[in-house]
């Protein structure tokens, strides 16, 4: 018997039914947790709305006030822009120490280029913009090119920035009243619009803004989804044609112009230009990262639940002073927050091992 015969009795006698899986039906808890895991701002979402009807349930009107839900806006306005640059560099499965030392030094930068070497405002916001872009590049080739850990890299930049700050402006402040009569345009984002009984910056209004592009952009742009990929599995990432270290580049960089913002908005927010100010915002950005569901572990989050992470510990901050209670009690709830959030991190990700 030839090949060909014994190949069209096999055939004639081999089975001709589609192999079939058993479905399983999924309990409810998986089926939370997948839905979790596909929207990974749910959670903070609803800690939100919870947090807002329990201080409003214990306050009422004090609370409820429109003037008081945007004096929170205003609270984390620095907070959030900070958070936007921080989710970036998360979501590649890195981590920013540097980005409170670099909106400052780009803060004091805009100062000093307007007062000690008399340019115009315009041209000193620009310089500014450049020195975060700048050390933002920095970190980018320290972690894509030279392959050294997000974390040491940033932390090293931390330092740098931080005494880069101090020496340059000599640790003197300028005068939100100088400013006001010299170089209005560097309070720019403390400018105000009042609708109704609420009071809005434009401080404000660039975060919506800025969360609401961002968004956009890591959802609908090929950029977004290389940067979810590279911090999701980047060998895989660049073997499906990725560029990884031009993404990582552009993401650091990315920070590093978002925290140059983000000075010239603290420049708003306090009206003077303070060496001093703002050094805590690397650990306050990484806090509304991670309440915000942003996994610390790269490639899921998202920049709308990093502003609800931010909103959440402005009402913790805010309701907990209106109630009198002493101000540890806000760390202490912002420590258990961070906490559960890593915790429900680590169970959704159970969806996708």
């Known amino acids: 018997m030839s090949s060909t015969q014994e190949f069209e009795k096999a055939a004639a006698t081999s089975p001709t039914t589609v192999a079939e899986f058993k479905s399983h039906d999924q309990s409810a808890v998986k089926r939370l947790q997948h839905g979790l895991h596909q929207t990974p701002w749910a959670v903070p979402a609803i800690v939100l709305v919870g947090s807002i009807l329990v201080f409003g349930l214990l306050l009422g009107q004090k609370f409820f006030s429109p003037f008081a839900l945007t004096l929170i806006l205003q609270q984390v306005q620095i907070v959030g822009i900070l958070g936007v640059a921080q989710s970036l560099v998360i979501l590649t499965a890195g981590i920013d120490l540097s980005v409170g030392a670099i909106m400052v030094l780009s803060s004091v930068v805009m100062g000093l280029f307007s007062f000690r070497y008399g340019w115009p405002a315009e041209l000193a916001v620009l310089a500014g913009i ?33 005494a880069t700050n101090f020496l340059y402006s000599a640790n003197e402040t300028i005068r939100a009243q100088d400013i006001a009569d010299q170089a209005p345009l560097l309070q720019f984002f403390g400018n105000k619009v009042a609708v109704g009984g609420a009071i809005f910056t434009y401080g404000v209004i660039f975060l919506v803004l800025l969360v609401l592009f961002m968004a956009y952009v890591l959802k609908q742009t090929a950029w977004g989804r290389h940067v979810y990929a590279v911090g999701d599995d980047p060998e895989a990432a660049e073997l499906a044609g990725v560029q990884v270290k031009r993404t990582l580049i552009s993401v650091y960089m990315l920070s590093g112009l978002i925290c140059a913002f983000a000075g010239w908005a603290l420049i708003g927010r306090i009206g003077s230009v303070s060496p001093t100010s703002g050094q805590l915002g690397n650990i306050e950005s990484i806090t509304a990262v991670v309440i915000g569901g942003i996994s610390l572990f790269g490639g899921r989050g998202s920049i709308m639940g ?7 510990v402005g009402v913790f901050s805010l309701g907990l002073r209106l109630l009198g209670a002493d101000a540890q009690w806000t760390y202490l709830l912002i420590g258990v927050l961070i906490i559960a959030a890593v915790t429900v991190d680590q169970w959704i990700r159970k969806v996708s091992v």
């Open 306 to 312: 990093m502003l609800f992470g931010a909103l959440i």
């Open 130 to 162: 450049a020195c975060g872009t700048f050390c933002g590049f920095i970190n980018g080739f320290l972690v894509a090119v030279m392959k050294l850990p997000p974390f040491i890299v940033t932390l090293g930049m931390w330092q740098i920035v931080l």
